[in-house]
């Protein structure tokens, strides 16, 4: 694969086009962005497509100009992930060669039964899959004969833990055999999942560092799996950053109120309200204002980042309102 093999770091913004970006996005964004430009980076954005086939035109083509609204800009993109699957197809093919992935009939409900029927999991949202609901034949090493893009393949995880040092988070050592289990790589709909889409088009772009929500940490220790299944060694360097919450401590939904983007701009909030809510939230203003993108940029001190995450609150709500022109 032609890569650069200048020194130049690569980052990408992958937002997913079926919910618009809310405010908890635009942080992140605007962080990711900024990191990016201060440091040299190069931005690629990336439309992350492939989970959402019913996505219309018009999504795709309004997350770019709600980032160029804010201020941000790019130097590749957007790219639109499902326009090109060959790639991911190919390292399916290397998984299964290798003897990592086989094909998997079971239903969430059968999945599901499965795991309860086991240990109950503490804290954990996703259902634990076990070696145990492995077909029968198949063997950690031994390629599973025949490959059909119309069914559901997952990757067998092997015990122990993956060690990283997230930039921004620290050092981490899940282990996802335990909490996570086998997991999805393709799906019956004939498109990666998540987890291969991703590594897939990070290795294929060339990213060298992934900002992203923290929400996706539990996500890093699967994506480098893949990297070493696949003998890919341009691992990236995490920057996993701390959530928007409301104010029950759940993350920025709906039940939040209508925290788009779009919403507030339709209402008249200008971007530069937007971003100053968000470096306020970054430790970059010590109380809301009103900033550009640039000013956000020259102000960030990665340092400054609260380590928990930011509440918004029904003032932050009421203070952006206010700005309205
Ligand atoms: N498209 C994903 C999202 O919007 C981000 C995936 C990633 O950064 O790896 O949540």
């Known amino acids: 694969m032609a890569r650069d093999t200048g020194l130049k770091r690569v980052t990408r913004l992958a937002p997913s086009p079926t919910g618009a970006l809310h405010l908890g996005n635009a942080r992140t964004f605007l962080i990711n962005w900024a990191l990016a430009r201060r440091e040299g980076w190069k931005v690629v954005l990336r439309i992350e497509d492939f989970d959402t086939p019913r996505v219309k035109a018009e999504t795709v083509r309004g997350v770019p100009e709600t980032l160029s609204w804010l201020g941000m800009d790019w130097d590749e993109g957007p790219v639109i992930q499902s326009a090109e699957i060959g790639a991911h197809e190919g390292a399916m093919e290397r998984l299964r060669a290798a003897g990592v992935v086989y094909p998997c009939e079971l239903s969430r409900t059968q999945?599901?039964?499965?795991?309860?029927?086991?240990?109950?999991?503490?804290?954990?949202?996703?259902?634990?899959?076990?070696?145990?609901?492995?077909?029968?034949?198949?063997?950690?090493?031994?390629?599973?004969?025949?490959?059909?893009?119309?069914?559901?393949?997952?990757?067998?995880?092997?015990?122990?833990?993956?060690?990283?040092?997230?930039?921004?988070?620290?050092?981490?050592?899940?282990?996802?055999?335990?909490?996570?289990?086998?997991?999805?790589?393709?799906?019956?709909?004939g498109v990666p999942a998540y987890q291969l889409a991703v590594v897939v088009d990070d290795h294929r772009q060339g990213v060298t560092d992934v900002v992203r929500g923290d929400?996706?940490?539990?996500?890093?220790?699967?994506?480098?799996?893949?990297?070493?299944?696949?003998?890919?060694?341009?691992?990236?360097?995490?920057?996993?950053?701390?959530?928007?919450?409301?104010?029950?401590?759940?993350?920025?939904?709906?039940?939040?109120?209508?925290?788009?983007?779009?919403?507030?701009?339709?209402?008249?909030?200008?971007?530069?309200?937007?971003?100053?809510?968000?470096?306020?939230?970054?430790?970059?203003?010590?109380?809301?204002?009103?900033?550009?993108?640039?000013?956000?940029?020259?102000?960030?001190?990665?340092?400054r980042i609260a380590k928990e995450p930011i509440t918004f609150t029904a003032e932050d709500d009421a203070w952006l309102m206010s700005a309205a022109r």
């Open 215 to 303: 929400d996706l940490v539990d996500s890093a220790a699967r994506q480098l799996l893949l990297y070493r299944a696949l003998g890919w060694e341009d691992e990236p360097r995490y920057w996993h950053l701390p959530l928007v919450v409301g104010e029950d401590g759940r993350r920025l939904a709906k039940r939040h109120g209508d925290t788009r983007l779009d919403a507030y701009r339709a209402r008249g909030v200008p971007a530069e309200a937007v971003i100053g809510l968000c470096a306020h939230w970054c430790g970059v203003i010590p109380q809301r204002g009103v900033l550009s993108a640039r000013e956000f940029l020259d102000g960030l001190r990665v340092d």
């Open 111 to 189: 999945i599901e039964a499965a795991a309860s029927a086991s240990a109950p999991q503490e804290g954990d949202h996703e259902t634990r899959f076990g070696p145990e609901l492995r077909p029968a034949g198949f063997e950690v090493g031994r390629a599973w004969a025949g490959w059909s893009r119309e069914r559901n393949w997952r990757f067998a995880t092997e015990p122990g833990r993956v060690e990283f040092v997230d930039a921004f988070a620290g050092a981490r050592a899940p282990e996802p055999a335990r909490t996570i289990g086998d997991f999805l790589v393709w799906t019956k709909r």
